[in-house]
């Protein structure tokens, strides 16, 4: 029996980028002129950048390798079929269309199967893909449990449907309104939390019995399967990956941004397992990504994703990887700042609601923490609160969701334990000196996706 250690990186440090330390004087101009949206900030005035997993991670010498082993042909290049093994291997799905990021596999799976009237059900929504479900004509549906609207709850599953919610839905709107469900792991919005594969196999019951497809958005899949290990009964000594083909087997076709898990800067797919359904998407790729062998991918980039795939889901990598998101979670906890619970696997997600209690939502308490965070010590995160939820499309209102917070998104193989600390350190200190800060007033609104590119001055 080996004897418990701490959790530590399975790897050394080989290349390094220097990171610049700027003056708060400095970092109060910067924000004002990027209308104190962190999305405005360039990246060379931030210190440590917390923005988003995606496309952030640090890839490894062999993925480096591959990206030398390009195949750069128009078409049929031999990187496409190393990536389409990755995926037949570790997630199991037959067929496989690659496309330049996950919203371009959205958009493809929701023009090929949402008809104008349709009703998806989700556990929760995320941003990309409500709208092009939305842009198919589709309305987006939450049946998610209701714990996972709660940031104090600290239900281990707060990516789990609601069974009686989503039976519900189908009885009232009928079964050919609902195209699929659209689950995703780990649940992004709730703050990275898992969905169980208790949960998940009742959920294929339950549509098996009304014939509905399941598309399962498996940006963070592996980091899902690493918290059904950690906490379901039963998987405790099973590898990551087999959880993972486990999970993948419960759902008919799969939508990924390997920008997250997958540890690229660049890509994603659409997997599936129905032959008429690949057809269309084979044909529709061509129109909106590129040929059905890159889909807006070069071939190096599809080669460091092969290699990507198989090291994301090895136990070592996934440990250290949510370890090191649990650690700087734990540190906040340990100083009384309210974040969301359980700590999730990408994030860390502050409850902006309860940090600036004086701010009504419609003065956007997260975006006005992340620039305040931003001013203290050059910490870039990212709001996930009103600003994120958009307006709702037939009133034009503000969408009001429950959860108003602050992530803050460690890249995978990025930053050490000691730049854990500082982020803490930081976060520690504006929870403790924000009873002065007013808010924000919006004053330029995109109309889609408007967290993005939103301008905001000082109330
Ligand atoms: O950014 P894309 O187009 O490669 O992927 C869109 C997307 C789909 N699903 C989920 C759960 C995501 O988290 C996601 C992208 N997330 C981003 C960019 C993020 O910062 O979380």
Redesign the pocket.
């Known amino acids: 029996m080996e004897r418990t250690r701490s959790w530590a990186e399975p790897y050394k440090i080989k290349m390094v980028e220097p990171v610049f330390m700027t003056t708060q004087e400095d970092r109060e101009r910067f924000i004002r002129e990027a209308g104190y949206n962190t999305f405005l900030l360039r990246s060379r005035d931030v210190y440590i950048d917390l923005l988003?997993d995606?496309g952030t991670s640090a890839m490894s010498d062999r993925q480096w390798a591959g990206i030398m082993m390009g195949d750069e042909a128009y078409a049929g290049s031999e990187n496409f079929y190393h990536m389409e093994e990755a995926v037949r291997r570790y997630y199991g799905y037959k067929y496989v269309v690659p496309t330049h990021?996950?919203?371009g596999a959205?958009h493809l799976i929701s023009q090929i199967m949402i008809k104008k009237g349709d009703f998806v059900p989700g556990n929760m929504y995320?941003t990309?893909?409500r709208l092009h479900q939305e842009l198919a004509g589709g309305t987006f549906v939450d049946v998610i449990v209701d714990e996972a609207h709660d940031p104090e709850s600290n239900f281990p599953f707060k990516g789990n449907v609601n069974l009686e919610k989503l039976e519900q839905l189908i009885k009232e709107k009928g079964a050919d309104k609902i195209p699929y469900v659209s689950i995703?792991t780990t649940v992004?919005m709730a703050g990275g939390q898992p969905i169980s594969l208790g949960n998940l196999r009742e959920l294929r019951a339950l549509t098996n019995k009304y014939s509905i497809p399941i598309v399962h958005?498996m940006?963070r899949v592996a980091e899902n399967a690493f918290m059904i290990q950690q906490k379901e009964p039963g998987y405790a000594d099973k590898p990551v990956a087999e959880i993972v083909l486990e999970i993948c087997a419960l759902t008919d076709a799969a939508t990924m941004?390997s920008?997250?898990d997958a540890l690229v800067s660049i890509g994603?797919f659409l997997a599936m397992n129905d032959k008429e359904v690949f057809e269309k998407a084979r044909n529709l790729v061509v129109v909106y990504e590129g040929l059905h062998t890159y889909g807006g991918m070069a071939g190096r980039d599809m080669e460091a994703l092969a290699i990507g795939i198989t090291e994301s889901v090895q136990d070592s990598h996934i440990r250290a990887r949510v370890g090191q998101v649990q650690y700087l979670g734990g540190k906040l906890l340990a100083a009384g700042v309210p974040i969301v619970r359980p700590i999730g696997t990408h994030g860390i997600f502050l409850d902006a609601k309860k940090i600036l209690p004086q701010l009504t939502q419609d003065k956007f308490p997260a975006q006005t923490l992340a620039a305040e965070i931003y001013v203290d010590s050059g910490v870039r995160t990212m709001e996930r609160g009103i600003v994120s939820a958009g307006r709702n499309a037939e009133t034009g209102e503000h969408n009001y969701p429950k959860l108003e917070l602050v992530r803050l998104?460690i890249p995978r193989r990025v930053y050490t334990q000691a730049h854990m600390d500082v982020i803490a350190e930081s976060v520690q200190y504006v929870f403790e000196n924000s009873q002065a800060i007013r808010g924000l007033e919006m004053v330029h609104e995109p109309k889609y996706l408007r967290f993005f590119q939103a301008r905001f001055k000082k109330i």
Do not use: I, L, M
Request: glycine content about 12%.
């Open positions: 988003t995606s990021q996950g919203r959205e995320f990309t893909t995703a992004n958005d940006t941004s920008k997250k994603g998104t």
